[in-house]
DNA sequence: GAGGCTAGTGACAGCCTCTGACAATTGACA
DNA sequence: TGTCAATTGTCAGAGGCTGTCACTAGCCTC
């Protein structure tokens, strides 16, 4: 961020990140074209493509920041926790520390608006998905090397890391389908989701 | 499948898959085009997007069969079964009787190709992705009927459902990977990471 | 601080996916 | 056989995305 140069291209990126952002909020994602968020930011439809690789990333852009502030909070975990207590871990604080990340270019209202735009459009959501598999990856690599294994032929790093993601992405789910978008229930929901996991593997569901 | 002008659709229909899937398994998914699909059937391109939403469903459509078989055969399992034993008993079982689901419309080789296809082309993986999400959906009502519990109020359908797929998600992917492809194989990574999922979790790691 | 160098941009042109509208064709059925 | 409905082809066009080329503006050296 030394040069002007370099200063002028963060504050075109950011100001691109802000305008689709608040586009798709408020129109859909859809219902938006490149062409709108290029006229919003008053630069040419060319160059917004050479900011983002497609509309898609442009829309995501937000969720990567926060995943991967998320990835080296499990880096950072205290050793003697298991992985799951450490991507655990790593998540609940990471929806404490939100505002830090986010506030630089969206307000965090706007973020968790987001997620009921990812949600409602089909190949936003398949997208996310697909980048969703790419951060499991790297996590399964950070658990590896936290726990001393060999990724190529121990898959116990990559099963944990999709069971976790699995009941992430549920919760993700349910709590933009429940409408409530505050931090505060998707703090609860995580935790309370992650505790149920072992039970309900385990345990019978009939209670008769 | 009575009148004339239902096998005449099907027939159209068989026909686009199986051009689509020979194109995408010899040149490759994104340089094939619609075009090149609907010529090889001798049919306009409109054709093609009224019986596909899109590329991606023609793509997929061989996957759409075989899921559909495996939600069906869940659903048909034992009551006394857990909801896990009978999701893992339905896949082992799909795996043995692949080939009368698919050799009706292409040789299962080909089948077979098209999971590399799927797992290198970074939209078709997304829009698989999305998908295995809506079928994740639908088991989850599958387990919430078979076991009696409430879906809107009880998480357990879905979690289950979620580690359930991270698992097979993971075993397909490495499977893929490994290049090997063999049934075979195939179902020995099934039953054997289903089988680690439950160590993974609960024990430790480190050997020492 | 002048001039050369290069990253970043705009302006086209063009390909491919996908959709709407309307006309032409073909099967279904009285 | 004639009418109706379903299926298809043709045409037109929007929108995402890419290559190309010329041009401007920041940077760097002398």
Same sequence: chains 1, 2.
Avoid: C
Avoid at 152 to 167: C, E, K, Q
């Amino acid at each position: 961020m030394e040069t002007l140069r370099e200063r002028k291209k963060q504050r075109t990126r950011d100001a691109l990140v802000r305008a689709a952002v608040e586009l798709f909020t408020s129109q859909g994602y859809d219902r938006t074209t490149v062409d709108d968020i290029a006229a919003a930011v008053d630069v040419s439809q060319r160059t917004f493509f050479r900011y983002f690789a497609g509309k898609e990333e442009a829309a995501l852009a937000l969720q990567d920041m926060v995943v991967a502030r998320f990835v080296a909070s499990v880096r950072e975990r205290p050793s003697h926790e298991t992985p799951l207590e450490a991507m655990r871990q790593a998540v609940v604080e990471g929806w404490d520390t939100i505002n830090e990340i986010i506030e630089s270019v969206v307000p965090v209202e706007q973020y968790l608006r987001m997620y009921s735009v990812i949600e409602s459009s089909p190949v936003l959501l398949a997208a996310h998905l697909r980048r969703s598999t790419e951060t499991e990856e790297r996590l399964a690599h950070v658990l590896a090397e936290r726990e001393g294994v060999d990724l190529d032929t121990d898959p116990r790093p990559r099963l944990a890391v999709a069971v976790f993601s699995g009941v992430m992405r549920v919760t993700e789910r349910q709590w933009t389908m429940a409408g409530d978008f505050s931090l505060e229930t998707m703090r609860e929901m995580t935790i309370s989701y992650l505790e149920q996991v072992g039970p309900t593997l385990t345990e019978n569901w009939r209670t008769h």
